[in-house]
């Protein structure tokens, strides 16, 4: 069985995620949505929030887990069975951030692989932390949040 891990902090979940997690999904028989907790950072929406928003966004895909880990990636990887880590690639700059990252998580663990799936044209532009910036000066964001999750928001 092929099973991968989709980590990040999903603050909150965009429609770029979500074309990520539909393309992956039909490359593996599982996909694990990991919402890595940072001790030390304070997120916008509580990770509660986060797992009842991913829940209900892919409540109707019984190959898609939510789970909050904390602690290297690559030890939640080999917890839950995945050896393949997907990322989502929007930039070059996201590429080289995200390699340096893959290269590490290889040489902590050389049996999980890193697959990078690049952004269609229409999504590159979303992320989490643009998103936040307009919900803290009370912009309208439906058109970036699947309409599943913005009831969370």
């Known amino acids: 069985m092929k099973i991968a891990l989709f980590p990040g902090s999903f603050d909150p979940v965009t429609k770029a995620h979500v074309d990520i997690v539909k393309r992956s999904v039909a ?23 986060r797992e009842q928003m991913l829940r209900a966004v892919f409540q109707h895909d019984d190959r898609i887990h939510i789970v909050a880990y904390e602690g290297l990636t690559v030890n939640f990887c080999k917890s839950v069975g995945a050896t393949y880590m997907i990322r989502g690639i929007r930039t070059v700059s996201d590429f080289e951030y995200e390699k340096a990252i893959a290269q590490m998580n290889h040489a902590l663990a050389p049996d999980i692989e890193s697959i990078f799936i690049v952004s269609k044209p229409g999504y590159s532009s979303i992320s989490s932390t643009i998103v936040r910036e307009i919900m803290r000066h009370n912009g309208d964001v439906a058109q970036f949040i699947p309409t599943e999750a913005l009831a969370y928001l």
């Open 27 to 49: 490359l593996f028989d599982k996909v694990y949505i990991g919402i890595g907790v940072n001790s030390t950072k304070q997120g916008y929406l509580s990770v509660e929030t």
